[in-house]
């Protein structure tokens, strides 16, 4: 689901590395929420930033984890073995965030679960 708030202001940047920054938001709001549960991707205006959010309904990350996600190779979730994840996506996305100008959040999502907020400057 896309949410908005009316018409938004445009961001300059490079589209590229926006668009990557959300799909790894949104790619782990899928695999990390249970089947059946929605992932929401929003965006807002919240004084001159726009923000954009990917919040899921999965099992959220423990308050002392939280300070780690953004670190090359951290993986909160230990028991994945897969090959598909390496622990980059979050540490990639936080540093494209840095280039644009930006910056990333961590939130828990009312109810439970996690929201990752990409806040750009706007205008």
Known sequence: ML???GCLPAVF???ERISHILSVFLDNGIVYAPRGSS????????KHNLVCAVADHGPGIPGEEKAHVFETFYRADRSRKD?????LGLSVAWELA???GG???LADTPGGG????LELPAG
């Not at 090959?83 to 622990?87: L, R, Y």
């Open 114 to 117: 996690c929201t990752f907020l």
């Open 13 to 15: 940047g490079d589209m």
């Open 83 to 87: 090959k598909e994840h390496f622990g």
């Open 98 to 100: 840095r280039l644009l």
């Open 103 to 105: 910056r990333i959040r």
């Open 3 to 5: 949410q908005g708030q």
């Open 39 to 46: 992932v929401t991707l929003s965006a807002v205006m919240q």
